[in-house]
Nanobody, 127 residues
């Protein structure tokens, strides 16, 4: 089973940027669908972005469209989430997730679709 480890979180001011990374223990490009999720205290885990169809397709939550970009570096087995124009409401623990997937997922932004999770990295947006 693939193992995932997130990094890159931290404290940033509103309007700032961060890039999160998720290192996978094995090659994931061709055989896994990948996603980023976040969970704030007292709230349910929500899907932020997903990448699938061997990297050809992406999906984003409405709340982050135009501000966040998901990508993957196949040579490094690493998934990224570039976050720009950050808002206080983006503050949360961010998790990457994966599932064996040759094509696509019915609900790529739903947590139930994934079976492997990292430990998370905290993002705090505050002045």
């Amino acid at each position: 089973e693939v193992r995932l480890e997130e990094s890159g979180g931290g404290l940033v001011q509103p309007g700032g940027s961060l890039r999160l990374s998720c290192a996978a223990s094995e090659y994931t490009y061709r055989t896994y669908c990948m996603g980023w999720f976040r969970q704030a205290p007292g709230k349910e885990r929500e899907g932020v972005a997903a990448i699938y169809k061997r990297g050809a397709r992406t999906s984003y939550a409405d709340a982050v469209k135009g501000r966040f970009t998901i990508s993957q570096d196949n040579a490094k087995n690493t998934l990224y989430l570039e976050m720009n124009s950050l808002k206080p409401e983006d503050s949360a623990m961010y998790y990457c997730a994966s599932v064996p997937c040759l094509d696509s997922l019915i609900d790529p932004l739903r947590a139930y679709a994934y079976n492997t999770w990292g430990q998370g990295t905290q993002v705090t947006v505050s002045s």
